[in-house]
């Protein structure tokens, strides 16, 4: 019983000597990190940069690096603050180097500009990307032209009775020259619709150029219009019509009469007569080619308010009579 209990006492002070230990090591190896976190050291840390006082007349076709690696001299508390957080640092664009059509920054240039803009004992020692090439180049305006992204079918029957009208057909972009001339049209948001037989009525979202930053548009919407109406077929016959005939020679044509079929939208129907068709033959297309037996027969004027049209026949014989 005896031996149990002098064990057991032993156990008890081993532990508490150990806890002993553990504590006087913690609290030297926190007294330690202070004394070193004190300290003066140089350490590479990176920054966020911003760019300012951009030449006169000039814009920043691009963006140029957004961070950079800097060597900085300060105690160890900062650093170490600095390296948990990104901090920002401006560089002036007012001395740039300019070769050829290129502009460059030099940094290191500008190292008492920089330091002005820390605390206390921080110092920059130097920026570890000696050169930063920068785009530079004019604001330009442009109108682009529209180009909606549209899915519609219609119901069995109808269609348009115009094209679809868009409101605006085109914006003015500004922005750096060289993504502005890149632009040739800008398209909408998807505009889907099927089995439609109403007018149509919608604002859609404009889509910006993507990746190209500095640009502003002067709209963010479009309207698209369109009327919709139920279709119909009609026919005309018409006489043939013959032009560019010389003086000195008669063109007869079989047959001297061709059927028009049309389709329009039933509330126009009415407003087509045959005097909306005008549809010839061109004598031209026998003397660039005099081997030809038949003349088509051309379109030259229809009605708005057609939608197609066809020629029957659409090959005319003809007799050449001097």
Known sequence: ???????????????????????????????????????????????????KNVPTGKLLQKKPVSELNIALKAPGFTLLKYKVKTHKIRLDLKNLIKKGSN???????????????????NEIVSVLSDTIVVELGKNKSKKIPINPSLDIKFKLGYNLIKNIKIIPDSVIVTGPEKYVDSIKELTTAVFEIHNVYNDIDENLELMLPAKKTN???????????????????????????????????????????????YQAGLSNFNKITKSSFLVVCDYE?????????????????????????????????????K
């Open 215 to 261: 640009l502003r548009v002067a709209a963010k919407k479009v309207n698209i219009q369109g009327e919709v109406d139920k279709f119909t077929e009609g026919r005309f016959i018409i006489p043939v019509a013959v032009i560019n005939e010389p003086e000195n020679v008669k063109i007869n044509t079989f047959p001297k009469e061709i059927e028009v079929v």
């Open 103 to 121: 502009y460059y920054l030099l940094p290191n240039q500008q190292l008492s500009y920089l330091n002005s803009q820390l605390s206390g004992e």
């Open 285 to 321: 297309q026998y003397q660039k080619d005099t081997v030809i037996k038949f003349l088509t027969p051309i379109v030259k004027r229809k009605s708005e308010f057609i939608s197609s049209i066809k020629i029957i026949p659409d090959q005319i014989e003809f007799l050449i009579q």
């Open 1 to 51: 019983m005896k031996t149990t209990l002098k064990k057991s006492s032993l156990s008890i002070t081993n532990k508490r000597k150990f806890k002993v230990f553990l504590v006087i090591l913690v609290l030297t190896s926190i007294i330690w990190l202070l004394i070193e976190l004190s300290k003066t050291y140089t350490s590479s840390v990176p920054f966020r940069v911003e760019y």
